[in-house]
């Protein structure tokens, strides 16, 4: 800390004493002129001529004093940059200087008087490091430029402020095991921002600081190398190292930075593979099958990926035949598999030497080897209760077809492996001959038919036979059983398609019309064909020929000409076929040949002895259900009728009805109009019968109060009046008169039979009330009659009066 504030003092001294020079050169007036400093970017330009012009140099009006200021500056006053002069300026305070450019007016200022330059702010190189700036001089009341602007350049001087940096730690890095002293692992570089073109200050130097002895590094260049030969992966993997770079050089008073590098030893074979044990034990019992697994082992290798891979091999023992091994690859063991069946009575252990080998070898640790390593596996067998075993892992037999039942097929053998060698018992499961067509016996497994077999129906029959042991756990066995029916010639020949041929009226003699062709259901045998010949009975027939083309086919051919279909339109031609068998069999097969019209290039027009004519009428169908539909129809009549019949009349009055012709007979003359113009007789239709209530017919009603002999009946009479309609009219619609019109209707009637019976009176000469005799006119026959012993009166309706006379 202390030798960097001695260098930013010595470096303050330094730019003053600078400062005093050039201040000391600039007061010594025009004489010293040709000492002035021109940017050379002022007469680069002038240069840049055509060739063998004349040069002329024009004299420079500024004066330099400074071009440097020095970085992070901390002074209590603004850093003097430098200091501005123009030629013109006499000093009288007319010329004005101007400052513009890169920071103008922020970072540097200028005395428009003076042109003294100073940086207001504190410079960091490692921001920008120059300043491009323009300075010129005006007049300082017009602003008009009394010289052309000049450009020039402030440096930011640099001092030590930034220590080394590495970019891109932390680092990892690997170097494979083993390797030799002075191995590149990887090279590390810092970075210093400050400015490599001056001083020290970016000079870096490389040291560890962690990681000896294994590694080292070089100074300058930031290689890490192996300090140590045989480093050991499997004794330790990884490093973590700690690499300094200093500035200045690495002297002191330098800044430092540091990086984490992180290295790792890549593997190599340099192990061989090897065994935990030098014997392993491993059991299989006798009933497991090939390829199921019977142990494992594994020769460990401390080395990593392709270098930790090993092999296995069986190189001895006396049970190579009956055992494989392989590898897992997964988890690097070996697999010991069984390759055939073992059988703890015939054998009951084994003895393998496995071997472990690395696939994959390092020539430079060849002479460490060798990388193998061996040992020996024992086997024992393990006695268990196994199923009988059939001599033969399928049989095959024959029988003839057509045998009769109990024909001898064939006999299977099984045994029982154990030392017990209990009896078998032979079983044929019915889930594999399922119609039964075989039969075994228990004992000692002979098959035989339970009928007669056909070949053309099933030429083979496969069956499985079961053996099951008696006693012990009852273990079975299944053998797969194979019978094939061997054909004999029972089958006759016929045609392989039954066709109608078609044969023009204008066909030509020696045509041939069809190639018949013949099946047979039997096996032919080889060279064996079918003959063809014409019926004995048509042998000698003027219309057809048959060639036998001495195989399995025949040309049926024309011999004559005139054919019509007129005439005969269908000819059967029969053909026997023999198949030459033993014995021999034939048969008769009918060839219809039908006769059609053609036109003249043999094209089928008509095969028809005339045209098909469709039936007139309807269809069968369409009868039946015209048929069906006036059925239904006559039912639904009837059935109309007799509910016509049987429907009984209503009893309330139609609304069409003339309720002029209801009547109301009493013993009483008439009235006159009176009579049907007081009151709406609408009111006295049948209201009982409306509701329901039908009146008794087989008795009558009686008066409440009996009249007394002598006495005048007008009082009770009125009375007896009164109550007749109260029980008939009233109380009778007492349940249904619930409206205003209606109890209004009924006083209206009971008024006008009150006044009826009053006149009677007054006209009356006797105590008793003589009949009065109905009016004259139309009468109706009142079937209701409800009479008193003075006053006789009924109500009628069209129900009742409906078609009388």
């Known amino acids: 800390m202390w030798e960097g504030l001695r260098l930013q003092v010595l470096l303050l001294c330094l730019g003053a004493v600078l400062w005093s020079s050039a201040a000391v050169a600039g007061s010594r007036g025009p004489q010293d002129r040709g000492h002035r400093h021109h940017h050379p970017s002022v007469y680069r330009s002038r240069e840049r001529r055509k060739e063998g012009q004349v040069l002329h140099r024009s004299k420079r009006g500024w004066v ?50 003076t042109g003294n330059i100073h940086a207001t702010k504190t410079l960091d190189r490692e921001e920008q490091a120059e300043y491009t700036l323009t300075a010129q001089a005006v007049a300082r009341d017009t602003n008009k430029p009394l010289e052309p602007p000049s450009e020039f350049i402030v440096k930011v001087q640099d001092i030590n402020d930034n220590p080394p940096v590495f970019l891109h730690g932390p680092y990892y890095a690997s170097v494979a095991e083993m390797s030799n002293v002075g191995t590149s692992v990887i090279q590390v570089t810092a970075s210093d921002a400050d400015d490599p073109t001056y001083g020290n200050s970016a000079k870096l130097v490389y040291s560890i600081l962690q990681g000896q002895p294994y590694f080292s590094v070089e100074p300058h260049s930031g290689i890490i190398r192996t300090a140590l030969p045989n480093m050991d992966r499997e004794a330790k993997q990884e490093y973590d190292v700690v690499i300094q770079a200093k500035d200045m050089g690495g002297h002191m008073g330098g800044l430092s930075g540091t990086a984490q ?15 935990s044990q030098g014997v392993y034990a491993m059991s299989v019992s ?45 988890t690097q063991e070996a697999v010991i598999k069984l390759k055939k069946p073992v059988d703890f009575e015939t054998k009951r252990s084994y003895t393998l030497k496995v071997e472990a080998t690395n696939p994959y070898l390092d020539t430079r640790f060849i002479s460490w080897g060798p990388y193998k390593d061996t040992t020996i596996v024992k086997i024992s067998v393990e006695d268990a209760d196994e199923p009988p075993s059939f001599m033969a892992t399928s049989y095959t037999f024959e029988v003839e077809e057509n045998a009769p039942g109990g024909t001898l097929v064939g006999r299977v053998h099984a045994r029982d492996t154990d030392i017990a060698n209990n009896p078998i018992r032979y079983l044929i499961p019915r889930y594999t001959d399922l119609e039964e067509f075989f039969t075994i016996s228990p004992e000692d497994g002979t098959i035989k038919t339970t009928r007669s077999l056909d070949r053309e129906t099933q030429a083979w029959h496969n069956i499985s036979v079961s053996a099951t042991e008696i006693g012990g756990h009852h273990q079975d066995a299944k053998v797969r059983v194979n019978i094939k029916v061997k054909d004999v010639n029972d089958n006759a020949p016929e045609f392989a398609t039954q066709e109608e041929v078609l044969m023009c009226e204008n ?49 049926v051919m024309v011999i004559r000409r005139g054919f019509s279909r007129m005439t005969q339109g269908v000819y059967e031609l029969p053909i026997e076929i023999n198949d030459n068998g033993v014995p021999p069999m034939s048969s008769t097969n009918t060839l219809m040949i039908r006769v059609c019209s053609c036109d003249s290039k043999g094209t089928i027009l008509s095969c028809n002895v005339e045209p098909f004519v469709l039936p007139a009428g309807l269809s069968t169908g369409a009868l039946i259900a015209i048929l ?75 008066l409440q109060y009996p009249l007394r002999p002598g006495l005048r009946p007008v009082a009770n009479k009125r009375n007896v009046i009164h109550s007749f ?20 209707m009924e006083k209206k009637t009971v008024a006008l039979l009150t ?28 079937p209701n009659r409800t009479s008193s012993s003075s006053l006789n009166f009924c109500f009628c309706s069209p129900f009742f009066n409906k078609n009388r006379p």
Request: hydrophobic residues 35%; negative net charge.
């Open 64 to 113: 330099w004093n400074q071009f440097f200021v020095i970085e992070e500056y901390t002074g209590p006053d603004p850093v003097l940059v430098g200091r501005l002069h123009s030629d013109v300026d006499t000093g009288d305070g007319n010329i004005k200087y101007i400052l513009s450019g890169e920071g103008a007016g922020t970072i540097f200022v200028i005395d428009d008087r």
């Open 507 to 555: 066909v030509t003699p020696g045509t041939i019309i069809k190639t018949v062709s013949a099946v047979d259901k039997d096996e032919m045998a080889h060279r064996q064909h079918f003959h063809f010949s014409l019926a004995p009975r048509v042998a000698n027939n003027l219309n057809f020929s048959l060639k036998d083309n001495r195989g399995d086919t025949a040309n």
């Open 261 to 275: 590098v992180k290295i790792t030893l890549t593997d190599v074979n340099d192990n061989p593979p090897k065994f």
């Open 286 to 330: 006798e009933d497991k099958v090939p390829g199921e697994e019977v142990g494992r082992l594994k020769a460990k290798d401390t080395d990593q990926g392709e270098n930790g891979l090993v092999d296995y091999t069986v190189l001895e023992g006396d049970g190579m035949n009956y055992f494989e091994i392989s590898k897992d690859s997964e």
């Open 755 to 782: 006044k009826k019976h009053e006149k009677k009176k007054r006209s009356a000469n006797s105590d008793s009330v003589p009949s009065v005799a109905p009016p004259t006119g139309r009468r109706r026959i009142c």
């Open 725 to 744: 309609l109260v029980r008939k009219v009233v109380t009778g619609r007492r349940g249904n008169a619930d409206t205003v019109n209606e109890l209004t």
């Open 628 to 702: 069906a539909c006036i059925v239904i129809l006559l039912a639904i009549v009837v059935l109309f009728v007799a509910l016509r019949r049987q429907k009984k009349e209503p009893l309330i009055v139609l609304e069409e009805e003339d309720i002029r012709e209801n009547i109301i007979t009493y013993d009483d003359e008439g009235g006159g109009e009176e009579d049907t113009e007081a009151f709406d007789i609408a009111t006295l239709q049948n209201p009982d019968g409306a509701n329901g209530f039908l009146p008794r017919k087989d008795i009558k009603p009686e």
